[in-house]
């Protein structure tokens, strides 16, 4: 994605990443991401929100972008026929409950978006309780988690006229080839090693989807997790998914097993224009620990040692530097990277806004992200932030794993252990 104003004649090409990621949409698989925006009673209609939006979509140039040239080397070009209309949907159905919104948030995120037109839509659905959903899919070849909140920023919250902006973070400091080589092989040591037992969420998906949210407070677990073991709100939250995991592996499976998860890491900085940027590095998470505080320890050992080593800018040089050196070399890489045996489950965490956001004058409840799973991959969490809270948002294949409302109910439940222990 790039920050012009108006595409050349022949496009705005797509980065490596960008084509790698729409190459990855299958029958099984899509290629999107989505918002899940609760707004409170007050939320606008889909003419208010219409109008708002095509108001903001020039500081957003990209979201009037499809894809177009040659299917091996697709560009954005702009759309001429694009209408605000067709990307703004209020949803023909009943007011919906909590359990019923699930549902429908599982049915429009298995939906495919029209190659067509800008691979963007928002659908409004009406809640039970009072106010609107907004169930935004983006398509990830067009953002990543870090660039779909610059979008709703842009797009969907109202103006916060206190605030000048985010800093955003700035590029990693180059390494030098001593110290470069060193962080290769701890790399080698921490992230190429596969492990030897079958992944419990291993398994040929299909098309359908269960969604499932969960909450927890951010100041708390914060807080927590520095005073219980010197651990940072990203450790908190492996520590609750993984005694969420251990949970729904006793109820489905009798017994705990092993589970490695990975863990995406943001590589944007401030100003740049990047769909996708970001890396990764993966651990396995200690389910075999009963004892929430033991297992918080173990998390932040864990990750304390990846950062240490750098270990996701690690894997963004050496992928770049096989790209350019060794093409057959780079897809075997990727290959054993997308292995079940390399990581079971994605779990993301993306800074969202840290004030309260509203949407025409009604306020935002909650933001919950959900992201696809993969082939032989049929479970995902990721994690957003909205005022002093955590988002969690679970998407899952229903044949493979079952039941993920548990998951999301222990999650929170072992999150709540935490924030009782440092009491």
């Not at 980065?15 to 991401?33: C, K, N, P, Q």
């Not at 694009?82 to 990307?87: G, K, S």
Request: glycine share 8%; charged share 25%.
């Amino acid at each position: 994605m790039k920050g012009v104003d108006n595409a050349s004649m022949d496009g705005v090409a797509l980065s490596d990443e960008d084509r790698a990621i729409l190459a990855l949409e299958t029958a099984s698989v899509a290629g999107h991401t989505c918002k899940v925006v609760l707004i409170a009673g007050g939320a606008p209609n889909a003419d208010r929100l219409r109008s708002s939006i095509a108001s903001r979509l020039s500081a957003t140039p990209a979201l009037r972008r499809r894809l177009g040239g040659p299917a091996e080397r697709p560009v954005w070009v702009d759309d001429e026929r694009f209408d605000v209309a067709e990307h703004v949907v209020a949803v023909a159905a009943e007011p919906c409950d909590e359990e019923s919104l699930r549902s429908e948030v599982a049915r429009l995120f298995a939906e495919r978006l029209d190659r067509r037109r800008p691979l963007w839509q928002i659908d409004l659905v009406e809640r039970a309780s009072g106010g609107t959903a907004l169930v935004w899919r983006i398509h990830h070849a067009l953002a990543d988690g870090t660039t779909a909140m610059r979008l709703a920023d842009a797009l969907l919250w109202d103006p916060d006229p206190a605030s000048g902006g985010e800093a955003g973070r700035g590029p990693a400091p180059h390494a030098d080839g001593a110290r470069r080589r060193a962080r290769l092989g701890a790399f080698a040591r921490h992230e190429l090693a596969l492990g030897a037992a079958r992944s419990p969420f291993d398994g040929t998906i299909g098309t359908g989807r269960a969604v499932a949210f969960a909450r927890a407070p951010l100041r708390e677990l914060h807080d927590a997790a520095r005073r219980l073991a010197e651990a940072t709100v990203n450790d908190a939250v492996l520590t609750a998914v993984a005694g969420g995991l251990r949970a729904w592996l006793h109820t489905h499976h009798g017994h705990v097993g092993h589970v490695r998860v990975k863990i995406p890491v943001s590589l944007h900085h401030a100003g740049d224009d990047a769909a996708n940027r970001d890396s990764f590095f993966t651990l396995e998470l200690p389910l075999g620990e009963p004892d929430v505080v033991a297992r918080l320890a173990a998390v932040r050992a864990a990750t304390a040692v990846r950062k240490a080593d750098h270990d996701a800018e690690t894997l963004d040089e050496l992928m770049r530097d096989l790209a350019l050196a060794s093409p057959q070399l780079d897809r075997l890489c990727r290959r054993l990277e997308a292995s079940p045996r390399a990581f079971a489950l994605n779990v993301s965490n993306v800074p969202g806004p840290a004030r309260a956001v509203s949407v025409l004058g009604a306020p935002v409840e909650a933001v919950y992200s959900i992201a696809e799973i993969g082939e032989r991959h049929a479970l995902r969490i990721a994690v957003v932030s909205l005022a002093g809270r955590l988002h969690f948002g679970f998407c899952a294949d229903p044949s493979i794993v079952g039941d993920v409302e548990l998951l999301a109910r222990a999650v929170e439940a072992e999150a709540a252990a935490l924030v009782a222990a440092a009491r």
